[in-house]
Structure formats: C-alpha cells, structure tokens
C-alpha cells in the first residue's frame, strides 16, 4: 500500500534519471533529432525540386512524414536501454526496495514521450525557419499534439515487448528497423498516387498514411474528416494490444 502511494513521486525519480541517460547520449541526440532535420534539409534543398507533390512550398508537404520519422527514429532506444535494466538486474535491484513496481517501466515510457516533444518541438523550429508555415489555429495544433503523443506511446509500447524480453542487445533493437520502414512507404514523402499498384495499396491501407495524411490536412487549416478518427483509431488500438503484451511481458520476466 505504501508503495502504491508513492507510485507517481517513484515514476518521476524514474523519468529524471532515464531522461538524464538520454540527454547525456550523443548518439541519441543525434539519431532522434539531428538525423530527422537532416533528412528534412536533404528532401527540401536536394530531391524536392524533383518531386511532384502538388504544393509549391514542399516542406509543407513534408514536416508531417519528417515528425513521424523523427519519433520512429527514437523507439529503438527504449528497447536498448530496457534490455540493458533487464540484463544488469536493474529492474531486480528497484524491485527488492520500496519502490512502486511498475515505476521502473514507466519512467522509460514517459522519458520517451518527453524527450520526443522536445526532439519534434526543435524539428518544427528548423522547419519554420526553412519556410514552412501554418494557418492552424491552436485547436488544430493540440489535435497535432495529442494524435503525435499517441502515435509516440503507441511505438514505445511496441519497442517495450522486445526490450524486455529479447535474450540479445541486437534483438531487443531489431524492432527498430520495420518501423522505419513504414514512413518511407506511405505519402510522407510523395503522394501514393506515383506508386506502382501492389506499393500503392500497401501505403494508401498501412496507419502512418492516415496519420500522416490527417496532421497535413490540420497543419494546412482543413478539416481532418475521416483521416483523423481512423488515424486515432490505428494509434489508439496499436497501443492498448502493444501496453497488454508489453504488461504481460513485464510480469512474466520480472
């Protein structure tokens, strides 16, 4: 009982000390936010001229791919740093003081909501000062915010299940690389409509399409209409059945 009610001052211990592992890894720092403004700055300044998105300002086009791209870029991190509190008994050593039991494991999910906020937050800095601009109100915003929270929990529940339970470091970051993936094949970057047939049904059905589509058509000032609930449908189903494994996985080894 007493630990149940010290579970959120635990949480928070837990969040200060993974956010201070995060913010003290160069490699981190450069993969979840200096890679994605770089793959914006190259898609702008490099490809952009060549790709018919059917905007004049490009980078309007792109930011939303780029936003979800600098998120999936992070996830293989929780997996990483998961997997070495599992193997160096981390996890065993809280366990055994007074410390609320499920602290551990939210200190990891929760750092890799905020450190994604602060990595998306300086993507749209450069973004702006690249020339992207937006009508959106602050309600269109907010939308923005939540559905990129929820995609971020949603990813992080996923990279939980292998960090706890893979026997290798490379296992528990293999994860990683499908996720990738799924940007690139979507309209992130181009409209689906360029794409050979079987490409074209994979991008225009998968969730990051919906996603990406929905926090564009916000950003520009328009109504989301269906893109919008069927995105937050993907994120919201994604990260109830990853948080069920993920729990379950958590009991079973620890």
Known sequence: METKNYLFSDMSVMLGRSMRHHFRSMDTIITATIMPIALMLLFVYVLGGAIQSGTDNYINYLLPGVLLITIANSIGYTSFRLYNDVHRGIFERFHSMPVARSAALWGHVLTSLASNAVSVAAVILVALVMGFRSPAGILAWLSVAGTLALFTLALTWIAAIPGLSAKTQDGAIAIAYPIHLL?????????????????????????????????????AGKPAGNDIWIALAWCLGIMLAAYALAVRTYKKHL
């Open 183 to 219: 940007p690139l094949i979507s309209s992130a970057f181009v409209p689906t409509a360029s794409m050979p047939g079987p490409v074209r049904a994979f991008a225009e059905n998968q969730p990051v399409t919906f996603i990406v589509d929905a926090i564009r058509l916000l950003l």
